[in-house]
T-cell receptor
Framework: GAVVSQHPSRVICKSGTSVKIECRSLDFQATTMFWYRQFPKKSLMLMATSNEGSKATYEQGVEKDKFLINHASLTLSTLTVTSAHPEDSSFYIC?????????????FGPGTRLTVL | GNSVTQMEGPVTLSEEAFLTINCTYTATGYPSLFWYVQYPGEGLQLLLKATKADDKGSNKGFEATYRKETTSFHLEKGSVQVSDSAVYFCALSPSYGNNRLAFGKGNQVVVIP
C-alpha cells in the first residue's frame, strides 16, 4: 500500500509553454502533498506544501505564479509550470502524507523529468 | 531550526565491503528519522525509519539506530552489493507542525564488483 504515482514521467517542451504534472495517491487519501525540485547531484528542495481544498504554502524564493499548485481532491495534486524556460528544467518529485494513517511518514512519487528546450 | 547533516562526498567501495554513512541531526523535541534511497532516474524510496530514541530501523540488510544522546542516525550494511549503488538521503520529520521533511544532502554510493 501507500503508492504515489506521477504523470508524466518525462516531458520535453518548448520554452514559453506550460506543463502540468500530476501526483496521485493510488491507495490512500492524502490531506497533504508536497512538491520538491531536485537539481543534478543535489538534495531535494521543498517548493510547496499543498493541503486539500486550500491554497498551497510556498517556500521562500519559489514563485507561486510560475509554479501553480492545485490540490482539488484527497488523491490528486497538480503542479503547473507556467511559461517554462530552460532554467526550469529539473526533476520534480511529489510526496503525500496519508491522512488516515496518522504519523508523519511521506510517500514519494517516482518523479517527473522536465526538459525545456 | 531542524537540519540534517550527512558526511561529505561520494562513497566508493568494493562488493561485500562494510558500508557506513554518517548522519547527524539538529531538532527540537522528538523527531522521526528516515533513510531514503534513490536509484538512478527514479524517485525516493523509504529504506528504513525510526520514530523514537534507541529504535533500530532495518530493511534489506541496512540498519540505523536512533541515538538521541549523539543526535545521530548512521546507516550501516555489513556486505554491500552492486545493486546497492544509489544515492542515500537521511531525513527527519518533526513531531509538530505540518511534519515537513528536512533532508541531508545525500551520499552517492558506488559499489564496484
Amino acid at each position: 500500500g501507500a503508492v504515489v504515482s506521477q504523470h508524466p514521467s518525462r516531458v520535453i517542451c518548448k520554452s514559453g509553454t506550460s506543463v502540468k504534472i500530476e501526483c496521485r495517491s493510488l491507495d490512500f487519501q492524502a490531506t497533504t502533498m508536497f512538491w520538491y525540485r531536485q537539481f543534478p547531484k543535489k538534495s531535494l528542495m521543498l517548493m510547496a506544501t499543498s493541503n486539500e481544498g486550500s491554497k498551497a504554502t510556498y517556500e521562500q524564493g519559489v514563485e507561486k505564479d510560475k509554479f501553480l499548485i492545485n490540490h482539488a481532491s484527497l488523491t490528486l495534486s497538480t503542479l503547473t509550470v507556467t511559461s517554462a524556460h530552460p532554467e526550469d528544467s529539473s526533476f520534480y518529485i511529489c510526496s503525500a502524507r496519508a491522512s488516515s494513517r496518522g504519523g508523519n511518514e511521506q510517500f514519494f512519487g517516482p518523479g517527473t523529468r522536465l526538459t525545456v528546450l | 531550526g531542524n537540519s540534517v547533516t550527512q558526511m561529505e562526498g561520494p562513497v566508493t567501495l568494493s562488493e561485500e565491503a562494510f558500508l557506513t554513512i554518517n548522519c547527524t541531526y539538529t531538532a527540537t523535541g522528538y523527531p522521526s528519522l528516515f533513510w531514503y534511497v534513490q536509484y538512478p532516474g527514479e524517485g525516493l524510496q523509504l529504506l528504513l525509519k525510526a520514530t523514537k530514541a534507541d529504535d533500530k530501523g532495518s530493511n534489506k540488510g541496512f540498519e540505523a539506530t536512533y541515538r538521541k544522546e549523539t543526535t545521530s542516525f548512521h546507516l550501516e550494511k555489513g556486505s554491500v552489493q552492486v545493486s546497492d549503488s544509489a544515492v542515500y538521503f537521511c531525513a527527519l520529520s518533526p513531531s509538530y507542525g505540518n511534519n515537513r521533511l528536512a533532508f541531508g544532502k545525500g551520499n552517492q554510493v558506488v559499489v564496484i564488483p
